[in-house]
């Protein structure tokens, strides 16, 4: 099996008893029932799968749905992934309640190629049938079925099934293949356990490409699994692509940990919501959806309650668009352009569908449209750039693969078209307007640094970032320092114009305190005697000996243990001339006339220089 095949996924929709499992056997000689209860009451109570080699390009998954009105949440988990619907309709019966449902199920999800099957045609005669199809013709005007294919069959006589293969494989040809570059996600549809192989999930793929022993995250519960096996249409293969119904043999996880609603995809690629910024459309039949209205939500697969809150008004009336946020009682993996059913909470009929449009949106509900009129109509280059500019540090490549579904190569030219900064070390975009603020703020930052401690050489980069940037990335002053006139010299960041000016009596007290250290050799005086003696106060003589560490022209060998350069190059000196001798601390105690208070500290100071080495009690000039 070539991936190079058109493979079409076709779902059938109508009311009960109208013949849609009795059709899909007639088309593939597959019987969709397989439960025993549907087998013992003669009804569809959930999902059933079939799968028919149309020609040798034309492949074609079936998806069965229960057409009573109990089971239509078990047909919207089924519907989501088609490519076309087969609308079943019984020519002894014509339009009932399920049929309408089903049809505005189908166009609130923006399904765009389907058919009309007039089934049981056996048991009408031919003026009943032309009065059907004149019923059927009036009742899909103005819809995407307008127009289309409408075939009269009978799954008995085998009458019309021909005709209607050759149909569907001419639609086969024109619909839009699935994008196979994206970042692939399964909706599950089914789970269960096979004997020898372990956990088994079904689904159809909506985007991307899943490859045996390719690892996979569960959402929303984020477990990862290991793809041990695929297949499709009952064929095991190494890889299944978008648009093709997909069985997986996980390995790594229990099957009595998947169900229906779970999704599959990349690990780590994409983060679960509880809540949605969308645009929806109520049907003409239905009431007015107020705010906070609570329904039922159907995403792919996925079912579960769900709170209406309005943007923008109180409330969305029968027939119109408008948007709304909805908050949803679990966590479910949603994309940007993903649909979804809302249904009423009581009783349970269908009344609006929509599109995601963020589903990670501000926590703030605005009472402005704007924003969601930009993300549902603008240009990605307009979303990427407003999704930039409201995240507080901007968002990386994989954050916004996940707040617009766009692939890495339409985001990449979406940034460039946007203007935002990008940041290609850690792939991260950037509101320049937003970074050029910053730099102004952490010159104002550093200049009132400056004016409050002129005695030190700059402030540490981590106070600058937790101040101006605190809970950023940490690439992020980097960044921000970049064009901007400061200098950052190891932790210290300053000012670059900032010069150390110091007062008359600084100058001379810093002078004093290098003598001190200066005369006294090796047999140094206490710090905190040296700077009390200096001539200025406290604070100021601490800052003029950091100074004197940081121009090297005194080195801190221990805690409160100074010395001059200038000694320390003695002591190295009279070393040099003994390379290779071993001697001991004693011995070093004569070389040098200080006591052990002193020499320890030196010859550990010299041995972390790789001056000298210690070899047990001794220690080796190198």
């Known amino acids: 099996m070539g991936l190079s095949m058109i493979h079409a996924v076709l779902g059938t929709a109508g009311h009960i008893d109208h013949g849609k499992t009795a059709l899909v056997g007639a088309l593939t000689g597959i019987d969709t029932d397989r439960l025993d209860e549907e087998k013992r009451r003669g009804i569809s109570i959930d999902l059933g799968f079939a799968h028919l080699k149309l020609t040798d390009e034309i492949e074609c998954g079936f998806v069965d749905v229960p057409g009573h009105e109990r089971f239509v949440r078990n047909m919207l988990a089924g519907v989501g992934g088609i490519d076309i619907v087969l609308l079943v309709i019984a020519a002894d019966e014509s339009i009932k309640p399920q049929t309408r449902e089903h049809f505005d199920i189908c166009r609130l999800l923006g399904i765009s190629h389907g058919m009309v099957v007039l089934t049981k045609t056996d048991l009408v005669d031919p003026e009943i049938l032309e009065l059907v199809k004149l019923e059927v013709e009036e009742f899909a005007a103005g819809s ?18 021909e005709e209607l293969k050759s149909a569907i494989a001419a639609m086969a040809k024109t619909i ?7 970042h692939f996600r399964l909706p599950i549809d089914r789970a269960f356990s096979m004997k020898g192989f372990g956990a088994v999930v079904t689904g159809t793929l909506l985007s991307g490409a899943i490859r045996v022993e390719q690892e996979v995250e569960v959402h929303p519960t984020g477990r990862r699994a290991r793809v041990r096996g695929i297949q499709v249409h009952g064929r095991a293969t190494g890889k299944a692509a978008a648009g093709q119904r997909t069985a997986v043999n996980l390995s790594g996880i229990e099957h009595s940990e998947l169900h229906r609603g779970m999704t599959l995809s990349e690990p780590g ?5 509880r809540l949605l910024d969308c645009v929806v459309e109520m049907l003409p039949s239905a009431k007015a959806l107020k705010h906070r209205a609570p ?9 579960m309650e769900a709170e209406v809150r309005m943007a923008g008004g109180s409330r969305i009336e029968p027939g119109a668009r408008g948007y709304a946020r909805i908050a949803l009682r679990e966590r479910a993996l949603l994309l940007p352009g993903d649909r979804f059913i809302l249904r009423m909470f009581s009783p349970v009929v269908t009344i609006a569908g929509g599109v995601v449009l963020d589903p990670a949106p501000p926590r703030k509900l605005a009472g402005s449209t704007s924003r969601l009129e930009v993300l549902e109509r603008g240009t990605a280059a307009a979303r990427v750039q407003l999704l930039v500019r409201e995240s507080p540090y901007g968002l990386s490549l994989e954050a916004l693969t996940a707040r617009t579904g766009l692939s890495a190569a339409e985001l990449m030219k979406a940034i460039k078209e946007a203007g935002v900064m990008w940041v290609e070390e850690q792939r991260w975009a950037l509101d320049r307007e937003w970074i050029e603020s910053r730099r102004a703020r952490i010159q104002s930052a550093l200049a009132a640094f400056h004016k409050q401690n002129p005695l030190l050489p700059g402030m540490s980069r981590e106070d600058l970032r937790s101040r101006e940037l605190g809970g950023s990335p940490a690439f992020l002053l980097d960044v921000a320092l970049k064009s901007a006139p400061v200098t950052a010299e190891g932790d210290l960041v300053r000012l670059t114009s900032h010069r150390l000016m110091l007062k008359g009596d600084e100058e001379q007290a810093l002078g004093r305190i290098e003598e001190a250290f200066a005369n006294a050799g090796l047999t140094v005086p206490g710090a905190r005697e040296v700077l009390g003696n200096c001539g200025v106060d406290a604070a100021r003589a601490r800052s003029l000996l950091q100074i004197l560490l940081r121009e090297k022209r005194l080195v801190k060998v221990a805690d409160d243990l100074l010395f001059h350069p200038s000694a320390l190059d003695a002591v190295r000196g009279m070393l040099g001339a003994r390379r290779g001798a071993r001697f001991t601390v004693p011995e070093f105690k004569d070389w040098t006339g200080v006591s052990r208070k002193y020499a320890i500290p030196l010859l550990e100071y010299l041995d972390r220089e790789r001056v000298t080495r210690r070899e047990g009690d001794a220690r080796v000039i190198l």
């Not at 939500?297 to 996925?302: I, P, V």
């Open 144 to 161: 995407f079925l307008e127009g289309a294919p409408m075939i009269a069959v009978s799954a008995v006589t085998g009458a019309g099934i």
């Open 176 to 182: 839009a293949p699935k994008d196979a570059t994206r």
């Open 269 to 273: 690629r994409f983060e679960t919501t």
């Open 295 to 303: 329904v039922h939500f159907h995403a792919g697969t996925a079912e």
